[in-house]
Nanobody, 123 residues
């Protein structure tokens, strides 16, 4: 069973940048999809980005496309989410999440989550 620890959130002004990190342990990720979803108070979960190591594909939500980049280290045990040109509507708690044989289109329903990290975009 994979365990996830996510970090890197904070308070940033509009137009600023943050890099979220997700450290994975307990298994290799070769057959996993791993990514991020976010949830703001009173709103539904929204998939943000995802890597499918099994298929070799990457997913970005339309709301973040062009502003967000997902990447991994060579060991594929740490996932990064670089977020640029942040907007107030990006304010949410961001969760790293993964699933064995997962599909990125279902990232909001993956079974393993990190504890979440808060991103607040405000002037």
């Amino acid at each position: 069973q994979v365990q996830l620890v996510d970090s890197g959130g904070g308070l940033v002004q509009p137009g600023g940048s943050l890099r979220l990190s997700c450290a994975a342990s307990g298994d290799t990720l070769d057959y996993y999809a791993i990514g991020w979803f976010r949830q703001a108070p009173g709103k539904e979960r929204e998939g943000v980005s995802c890597i499918d190591f099994r298929r070799g594909s990457i997913y970005y939500a339309d709301s973040v496309k062009g502003r967000v980049t997902i990447s991994t280290n060579n060991a594929k045990n740490t996932i990064y989410l670089q977020m640029n040109n942040l907007k107030p509507e990006d304010t949410a708690r961001y969760y790293c999440t993964t699933d064995y044989y997962g599909t990125c289109s279902e990232v909001v329903d993956f079974g393993v989550w990190g504890q979440g990290t808060q991103v607040t975009v405000s002037s």
